[in-house]
């Protein structure tokens, strides 16, 4: 079956822009995550949906990070005035349920290159 | 000091070759700990979990907790140039799924 797709593969845009980064799940996963990884690093959580809600959004780095996932099942993660720094792979993942012994199957990611 | 640590490599091996891979890390709350494969420009893919302390072997691959030593490993018994990646371990404190610690990865060269 279809696995996790993101769109778009890569995106560049300019500082202070607004940018929207899609992720598909696997058809019937309730769990969704959003990680970053940069160059060299392993990923880093960002939020963890269960349905439509965010159970734990602890990882945004601050407000101008926010992700909605309105029918439980494609999420939207949106980054508002983007910044130099925030240029990073974004990766999200999907689980049947949750839990660390739920396996989470990550998409290719986003690369996002704000110039 | 970084929570999860894992030297970056790369680590290059002959074919056929025992590879040991390994994390320390800092925060004795961790109870689950997770390697995972990443390919480049692909997403990493889980390969074992353990719980606690313990062995757990599958296939040719054999993950390995001490928490006495806050220390984890990941064995590949014999090598294939299809191992070639990068080895991440994440750890988290509670089986609710959020906030996985991820390390920053061992990349792996095995040569044919």
């Known amino acids: 079956g279809a696995g996790v797709s993101q769109t778009p593969s890569n995106k560049v845009t300019e500082k202070g822009k607004y940018v929207e980064l899609r992720c598909d799940p696997i058809s019937g996963h309730t769990a969704l995550y959003w990680y970053r990884q940069s160059l060299g690093q392993g990923p880093e959580f960002l939020i963890y949906f269960q349905g439509t809600g965010a159970a734990d959004d602890s990882g945004l780095p601050n407000d101008r990070f926010f992700a909605v996932r309105p029918e439980g099942s494609v999420s939207t993660l949106k980054i508002q005035r983007t910044e130099r720094g925030d240029s990073a792979v974004y990766l999200c993942?999907?689980?049947?349920?949750?839990?660390?012994?739920?396996?989470?199957?990550f998409g290719p990611g986003t690369r996002l290159t704000v110039l | 000091q970084k929570e999860v640590e894992q030297d970056p490599g790369p680590l290059s091996v002959p074919e056929g070759a025992i590879v040991s891979l390994n994390c320390t890390y800092s925060n004795s709350a961790f109870q689950y700990f997770m390697w995972y494969r990443q390919y480049s420009r692909k997403g990493p893919e889980l390969l074992m979990y353990?719980?606690?302390?313990g062995n757990k072997e599958d296939g040719r691959f054999t993950a390995q907790v001490d928490k006495s030593s806050k220390y984890i490993s990941l064995f590949i018994r014999d090598s294939q140039p299809s191992d070639s990646a990068t080895y991440l371990c994440a750890m988290s404190i509670n089986n609710y799924g959020q906030n996985f610690v991820f390390g920053p990865g061992t990349r792996l060269s095995v040569l044919p």
């Open positions: 353990t719980y606690s302390s």
């Open positions: 993942a999907s689980s049947p349920a949750g839990g660390v012994t739920d396996t989470q199957y």
